[in-house]
């Protein structure tokens, strides 16, 4: 079985902080993928990035970057000169093949609340 | 481009009742998935219809169902409503084309809150 755990339940900066959110995952598998989603005040998750499991580059998009370690299982996800728009909750999420291919297995979420 | 429409956007309903809930996907999307987010449990996976075939199906009772139909908009039913069935359902779309099982992107519509009483 699969999972993914945020530890931090919420985080709360002052504009302009960087900020880094965690995620552990499980699985057994050695081929899977992991996804980071946001989801704003309106509802619907917003796409951030896929990652499968056999590249370990890190990568940087803007003022996002993530950064994955399968040594320590980890796919951790930093805000760099964090913006009140960034606001929302964000997701990690884990997918391996076989099954429904497009069956995600969710963090519980960081709420992550950026102060003017 | 539209994007995942859901419909209704909000409902209340009493303890008992049944409800359905539509999505209409991406154009030229023929995967379609449901999950449910609660505050308790978080986002869970409900089932997945590619061409009206449901293909996997989560650990929810038989009391969810769903269903999709050949312009790939899917349905989902919840019959004898119970409190805890108060959440946000969401739908997602992936595209045709599975090159890699897995690793398609899933987007998103903005859901749909019911409330039961």
């Known amino acids: 079985a699969q999972k993914v755990t945020q530890a931090q339940t919420e985080i709360s900066v002052v504009e302009k902080e960087d900020v880094t959110l965690d995620c552990v995952y499980e699985?057994?598998?050695?081929?899977?993928?992991l996804f980071w989603y946001k989801q704003p005040p309106s509802g619907e998750l917003v796409f951030l990035i896929r990652?499968?499991?056999?590249?370990?580059q890190n990568e940087i998009s803007g003022r996002y970057s993530w950064n994955f370690q399968k040594s320590t299982s980890s796919f951790n996800f930093t805000i760099t000169a964090s913006q009140v728009v960034d606001s929302a909750v964000y997701f990690c999420?884990?997918?391996?093949?076989?099954?429904?291919?497009?069956?995600?297995?969710f963090g519980k979420g960081t709420l992550l609340t950026v102060n003017p | 481009k539209a994007g995942v429409t859901q419909t209704p956007r909000y409902l209340i309903k009493t303890r008992g009742q049944q409800v359905t809930l539509s999505c209409s996907p991406i154009?030229?999307?023929?995967?379609v998935s449901w999950y449910q987010q609660t505050p308790g449990q978080g986002l869970q996976f409900l089932f997945e219809?590619?061409?009206?075939?449901?293909?996997n199906k989560g650990n929810f009772p038989g009391r969810f169902s769903g269903r999709q139909f050949s312009n790939s908009r899917s349905e989902m039913n919840v019959s004898t409503l119970e409190l805890g069935d108060s959440a946000l359902y969401l739908c997602?779309?992936?595209?045709?084309?599975?090159?890699?099982?897995?690793?398609?992107?899933?987007?998103f519509g903005a859901g749909s809150r019911l409330t039961v009483l």
């Open positions: 997602a779309s992936s595209p045709p084309g599975q090159t890699i099982s897995g690793a398609n992107v899933l987007t």
């Open positions: 699985t057994r598998d050695t081929t899977y993928y």
């Open positions: 990652r499968n499991s056999f590249d370990e």
């Open positions: 999420a884990l997918s391996v093949p076989g099954g429904s291919n497009y069956k995600l297995t």
């Open positions: 154009s030229g999307h023929r995967s």
């Open positions: 219809y590619f061409s009206e075939t449901q293909r």
